[in-house]
């Protein structure tokens, strides 16, 4: 179970990682509202944390002969394409792509690591950015979802940087760094345009915002120069507000699976996060900072989707005169 007291090795290797402080209350927070259903985090009802409400739409879905069709919808992941611009992108970075993968649920069925891997196979891109949510549970074993990511990361192309979601604990950050992931929590790195030494922008990514609130954009931003271009990995859009007026050009997110089950035209039927619906799905803009919060590649709860592809995203920098 991943409440379990952290073995001495794990508990060194986190607390030089993020501090004893944020340790001890990321750990904290974990054993005390681990899988609560009511109350804690940003929202007061979590559906996710619904005992056996996964069998509940099953049983549904297959009296109503849809079973099999959300399976088969919720394995077409499609790769889309998107472009930020600005006008302070550093002209050696036109061009330059990240694969943004959210909200995977690796070990919600045991073909989900092999569709994903499928979907990214052969892609173009400079860097992979992972926002969260690699489990199916909000709670029990980790190891599962750990195995599954790793074998996704060697289908990756380095350098692949990561947050962590709601579903995930901090007990799985030294298993995903020794796999070849680095983890920001509430940390940024800067990245150099094709490996070069010359100008850069900046990755920044919070630990997670929804359910934990564990993020810190102050800490996340605090290495980052005023002046350079920089990308906010969340796991949830939530945070928006903050996020821009802290200066951001660009937050990633997802969590919110654009709604997973909508109804014909994409409509959503139900949105797990607190923030104006039009920051749920897809690109956006508030203040001078753009968004993009992707439908996620896996599915919560249920494998299944209805009028909401799983997708994988490429997200290109072109600077922009105009802005």
């Given at each position: 179970m991943s409440r379990a007291p952290l073995d001495p090795e794990t508990a060194e290797y986190l607390a030089r990682r993020?501090?004893?402080?944020?340790?001890?209350?990321?750990?904290g927070i974990e054993t005390a509202y681990e899988a609560k259903v009511f109350g804690q985090g940003r929202n007061w009802f979590h559906i996710e944390n619904i005992d056996s409400l996964d069998?509940?739409?099953r049983f549904l879905l297959k009296v109503t002969m849809l079973h099999r069709r959300g399976q088969r919808n919720a394995r077409r992941i499609e790769v889309r394409r998107h472009q930020f611009s600005a006008p302070h992108i550093p002209r050696e970075f036109n061009g330059y792509t990240l694969l943004h993968i959210t909200d995977l649920h690796l070990d919600m069925a045991p073909d989900m690591a092999d569709t994903l891997i499928d979907a990214v196979?052969?892609?173009e891109y400079d860097v992979c950015v992972l926002t969260g949510d690699y489990r199916a549970e909000t709670f029990g074993t980790l190891q599962p979802a750990i195995d599954a990511l790793t074998k996704v990361r060697q289908s990756l192309r380095a350098?692949?940087?990561?947050?962590?979601?709601?579903?995930?604990?901090?007990?799985?950050?030294?298993?995903?760094?020794?796999?070849?992931?680095?983890?920001l929590l509430n940390e940024s790195v800067p990245v150099h345009a094709n490996g070069s030494d010359g100008p850069r922008i900046w990755i920044a990514g919070v630990d997670d915002p929804h359910y934990f609130k564990a993020?810190?954009?102050?800490?996340a931003a605090e290495n980052v120069p005023a002046d350079a271009f920089s990308v906010l990995l969340a796991h949830s859009p939530e945070i928006y507000k903050n996020a821009a007026h802290a200066g951001f050009d660009v937050m990633l997110s997802g969590h919110t699976h654009g709604g997973q089950i909508c109804l014909p035209g994409g409509i959503p039927v139900m949105l797990n996060a607190r923030c104006p619906r039009y920051l749920c799905s897809g690109a956006w803009q508030y203040r001078n900072m753009r968004g993009y919060t992707s439908a996620g590649s896996g599915a919560c709860v249920v494998d299944i989707r209805f009028n909401c592809p799983p997708e994988v995203m490429l997200h290109t920098l072109v600077p922009d005169a105009d802005g």
């Open positions: 993020i501090g004893p402080v944020h340790l001890r209350q990321r750990i069998s509940v739409i196979s052969g892609l350098p692949v940087i990561a947050v962590l979601g709601n579903h995930d604990s901090i007990r799985m950050v030294p298993q995903l760094e020794k796999a070849g992931i680095t983890v993020d810190n954009l102050e800490k």
